[in-house]
């Protein structure tokens, strides 16, 4: 399996357009300098009234298939 950690600052007027499916992914740059893509729907259950905000880290597993996506403390 493979884990991308990246930090993720969404408004929440910027993520309407995820919401609405305008935007169907989000590509961030890890950590690790990688850029990764993944589907918007990862991030719904993360949304607040300000958006989405935070340290994350996306598991995929050997064909770069998304297993979750899980905020870091």
């Known amino acids: ?19 609405r499916g305008s935007v169907r992914h989000i590509v961030v740059r890890c950590t690790t300098g990688q850029n990764v ?19 994350f880290v996306l598991t995929c597993d050997e064909k770069n298939k998304c297993l979750g996506l899980e905020r870091l403390p």
């Open 1 to 19: 399996m493979m884990q991308y950690e990246f930090e993720l600052h969404l408004s929440a007027a910027r993520f309407l357009d995820y919401y």
């Open 37 to 55: 893509q993944f589907p918007a729907s990862l991030v719904q259950k993360f949304v607040s009234s300000e958006g989405v905000h935070g340290k």
